[in-house]
Structures are given as structure tokens and as C-alpha cells.
């Protein structure tokens, strides 16, 4: 048996018999949870490599993240521990997670831009990504995956602009950002709100400081560019540094609040001569904001912290 809780449930004493309809006496446990909870572990008990293997993402999680409360109360380690696995591979835990999802998104997004096809990209995109919200629900239980509620916390940050996209009657949002993905606000407590709200304006400030002296806040972790000084470059001293401080300046503007895309779109080598002349320099910045969209992300921990 899967649970040694249901072992030891097999082992108390009977209520005086009272035969079922199958005239048989055997062991009759009753559980008090919820109903669908328990259909959900029973299907995980008994077709676990259908769940964990092959039900597409939000399916698959939707699933997990109602059976895997019981799985822990039970004791069911081994089962609970692939359930874990698997949410943890659909679910962008590192920079390298985040950025493997955000490059499928924008591959379904950019190859279907007609309205004709918005319902498919719907289709397309709601089969690739789970419902922040459901995330950080589901880390309520489970306080080990609190790397992953970062992301998630991360995630909704991103979308807080859109809240007059299309609200449902029910509170629901659609996320349209990552191409029309439900979000369930209302299941957030007052106290996850506060992380979210307390969290994306930490991150705000930590990126803004950083813009205005890029040197002074990292100077301990990160070179500055301009400190990596080669002959016979052509842009006036501190140039870099004030592109760099332009670059984090706008990844916190209202109008992109996604700072990671930002560095990201930038860093990869969107740096035209006529923002920076020096080929040695626009290499010098460009990896600097790659080095500190790393360092953003490992500290979102620390902004949507409790
Ligand atoms: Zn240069």
C-alpha cells in the first residue's frame, strides 16, 4: 500500500458488522475530505504515469495541485515526490526555466497574430502555462517550492497593468501578456496581495537605485563596463554607464513593467551604433545587463518574501 497512514487506518477496529451491499465485510475507511480531492488522489494512486507523464501543463497541474495535499497528510512520499517533479517542470523555477517558457510563448504568439487566431493562441498558450495564482495557492501547502512563488509573485507583477483587460464577472482576469491566460485574483489573501504589491515595489526600487549609481550599488558584485576602460574607444567617459542607467530606467517604466524582458531584449544584442559607437563597449553592456538580470532574479526571494 502507498500510505502507511492507510495502513494503520486498515488496522482499527470495525463498527459492529453491518454487511454491504455486496454482502462482503471488508474494511470500510471514512474520509473526511473533500470529495473531488480524493478522486483526484485516487486517479494519481491508481494511473499515476497517465498524470505525471502525459496530461498536458495546466491539466496536469490542476490535478496535482488538488490531490497533492492528501498525498502529504497520507504520507504518500514516493508518489508526492513525482508529483513535485513534475510541477516543478512545468513551472519556472530558475532564470533558465522562465526563459525556455517565455521563448514558446512569444514562438505560439508571434505565429499566429491575426484575429482570426487569437482563440487558437488562447488554446495554444493555455496549454504552456499555469495560472500564477494557482502557483502561489499551491506553495501554501507546499512552503518547499517557495522558489517557485517568486516566479509566480514575478509573474502576476508583470500583468497588475492590465487590470481593465477583460474582467470576468467572477474576478478572474485574462493575462493577456502571456496570451490570454485566466488569472484567478480573487483567490489571493490580503496577505498575498501585500507580497505582490510590497514585492514589485521593492524590485522597483532596488532596479531604480541601481540606475542612479550603477557603480556604488554593485560596484562590490559586478565590473562596470567603463571600468573595463580599452584604448581608442571613441564614446566619452561614462557613456556606458549612462546607457546602462537609461536601460533600468525604462525596465521599471510604466509602460514596461517586466524588467527582466527588458534586460533581456537589450543585453542580447538590441544595442544599435547610434546608442552606443563602440562595437568593444556595446559588448561591455551588454553582458553587464545579462549579469544583473541574474542577480534581479535571485533576489525576488527577497522581495516577495513573507
Ligand atoms: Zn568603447
Known amino acids: 500500500m502507498q500510505s502507511e497512514v492507510f495502513d494503520g487506518m486498515m488496522d482499527i477496529p470495525q463498527p459492529p458488522v453491518d454487511l454491504g451491499p455486496n454482502g462482503t465485510d471488508l474494511p470500510v475507511v471514512d474520509l473526511h475530505d473533500n ?35 492528501l498525498l502529504k497528510k497520507y504520507q504518500m512520499d514516493r508518489l508526492l515526490a ?4 513534475r510541477v516543478q517542470q512545468d513551472c519556472p523555477e530558475t532564470l533558465q526555466d522562465w526563459d525556455i517558457r517565455a521563448a514558446k510563448l512569444s514562438g505560439i504568439l508571434s505565429a499566429v497574430t491575426s484575429p482570426e487566431h487569437s482563440k487558437f493562441t488562447t488554446v495554444w498558450a493555455n496549454n504552456l502555462v499555469v495560472d500564477p495564482v494557482s502557483v502561489i495557492l499551491l506553495t501554501r501547502d507546499f512552503p518547499e517550492l517557495g ?3 517568486a516566479a509566480a509573485f514575478y509573474d502576476l507583477s508583470r500583468s497588475a497593468h492590465t487590470f481593465d ?22 483567490l489571493l489573501t490580503a496577505g498575498e496581495w501585500r507580497r505582490l504589491w510590497h514585492g514589485t515595489n521593492a524590485m522597483r526600487a532596488e532596479i531604480r537605485a541601481t540606475s542612479d549609481d550603477p557603480r ?12 573595463l576602460e580599452h584604448p581608442g574607444c571613441p564614446e566619452p567617459t561614462g557613456r556606458s554607464r ?3 542607467s537609461h536601460v533600468l530606467k525604462d525596465s521599471i517604466a510604466r509602460e514596461y513593467p517586466d524588467p527582466l524582458m527588458l534586460l533581456k531584449e537589450v543585453g542580447e544584442g538590441n544595442i544599435s551604433d547610434s546608442d552606443l559607437r563602440c562595437q568593444t563597449c556595446r559588448y561591455g553592456v551588454a553582458a553587464y545587463l545579462l549579469q544583473y538580470r541574474h542577480i534581479i532574479w535571485g533576489l525576488l526571494p527577497k522581495f516577495f518574501a513573507m
Open 82 to 85: 513525482s508529483c513535485v517533479k
Open 147 to 149: 522558489s517557485m512563488a
Open 165 to 186: 483587460d477583460v474582467m470576468h464577472p467572477d474576478g478572474a482576469l485574462e493575462f493577456l501578456e502571456s496570451g490570454g491566460i485566466s488569472v484567478h485574483y480573487e
Open 242 to 244: 549612462e546607457f546602462i
Open 216 to 227: 556604488r550599488r554593485l560596484g562590490q558584485t559586478m565590473d562596470m563596463p567603463s571600468e
Open 35 to 69: 470529495e473531488i480531492q480524493v478522486m483526484d488522489m485516487l486517479q494519481l494512486i491508481y494511473h499515476p504515469e497517465s498524470v505525471v507523464g502525459i496530461l498536458p501543463v495546466p491539466k496536469a497541474f490542476g490535478l496535482l495541485a488538488s490531490a497533492m495535499p
